[in-house]
């Protein structure tokens, strides 16, 4: 069963409530369902401070561990960090509540220590672990959560280019080529949609700043002009890269399909290319499809440096789609 964001926050409000909470829990979903909003929210509630707060880290007896190193993964001494911190004295008899995000981005040794804390859980603590793919964490970790698994807004509509890309992947599965011209192709394929985005952000952008100029042309003085043009360069570059985030995103959803094929949840979110998914499952094992995953969360992280946006594609889908 997957719950909405208001469903799951007062699955957790009855449970702490009826002094039935548990000691951890496992809340999961596509990126979008609201996984740091329901920790956030609830976390606040428990400790009498503002979702906010929490979420800036700034709230009191609330600590938040996420991927920090230069290989973005959640290392060991992270872990210990937390660790430390839940053993201290809270004031105020608040909880204290270790949010993990992108819980499944633990190093071994760093999950292998985590699991020590959920064995023995400090006292009066509270442990939310966030993951966008729960399949990729340890079992012995997952029997000791509980999952509340979260589901997409219905109102969050698939881009043009995503739907795109989600029928380029599935024709390509169809297809009987070898793997590098596979891997060629894809990257060629998400390099168009790109272009497309930005040639239509940039449009769009252009248009505006086109009619801000018509109407105030008589009213302002030229900087004004030149104010606006800088506005709508940052402006087109930010709604890019956010477009670009959740094209990424798509492949992630992708892969998180293969992954649940081979360890059989049976859970599709992609449903239209449940053929597709199942097809490339049964041609890889479990740790082939995780390190493909992990391929595209380095593809993930170099898009946000000053690295080349074309390179940058061609080397991580050799990797993943090859």
């Known amino acids: 069963m997957a ?19 548990a000691h951890a829990y496992l809340i999961s979903g596509p990126v979008g ?27 009191p007896d609330i600590f938040i561990t996420e991927p920090a190193s230069r290989s973005r993964r959640i290392v060991v001494e992270q872990v210990r960090n937390l660790e430390r911190s839940l053993q201290l004295h809270a004031s105020d008899n608040r909880t204290k509540i270790g949010i993990i995000r992108d819980a499944d981005r633990m190093q071994s040794q760093a999950a292998n ?36 698994a979260l589901e997409i807004p219905s109102e969050v509509e698939r881009s043009a ?5 989600l029928r380029s992947l599935s024709a390509f599965t169809e297809e009987k080529r070898s793997g590098i011209e596979t891997a060629y192709s894809v ?21 505006a700043l086109k009619g801000e100029e018509a109407r105030y042309r008589n ?21 890019y890269r956010e477009r670009r985030s959740r094209l990424i995103e798509t ?26 998914t199942t097809k490339i499952a049964q041609r890889m094992t479990t740790p082939e499809v995780l390190k493909r995953i992990r391929r595209l969360e380095e593809l993930r992280d170099h898009l946000n440096t000053t690295a080349q946006e ?12 090859r």
């Open 219 to 239: 009213t302002t003085d030229g900087a004004w002009l030149a104010e606006r043009e800088d506005y709508y360069k940052a402006l087109s570059e930010s709604v």
């Open 187 to 207: 990257a060629q394929a998400i390099q168009r949609l790109l272009d497309s985005i930005r040639e239509r952000i940039k449009t769009e952008h252009a248009e």
């Open 113 to 148: 220590a985590f699991l020590k804390t959920l064995e023995e859980p400090p006292q009066n603590s509270l442990l939310l672990l966030l993951t966008t793919l729960p399949e990729a964490l340890p079992e012995t970790i997952l029997s000791r959560c509980l999952n509340l």
């Open 3 to 21: 719950f909405s964001t208001d469903s799951a926050l007062q699955h957790l409000q009855r449970a702490h409530k009826l002094n039935r909470l």
């Open 310 to 321: 074309a390179l940058v594609l061609e080397v991580a889908c050799l990797s993943v789609f």
């Open 161 to 165: 280019e995503e739907k795109e890309l």
């Open 251 to 276: 492949l992630f959803l992708w892969w998180a399909d293969v992954l649940r094929v081979k360890v059989g949840t049976g859970a599709h979110h992609l449903t239209e290319c449940e053929k597709a």
């Open 33 to 59: 369902s609201g996984k740091s909003i329901v920790a956030a929210r609830f976390a606040a509630a428990l400790n009498k401070t503002t979702p906010g707060e929490v979420l800036r880290g700034q709230a």
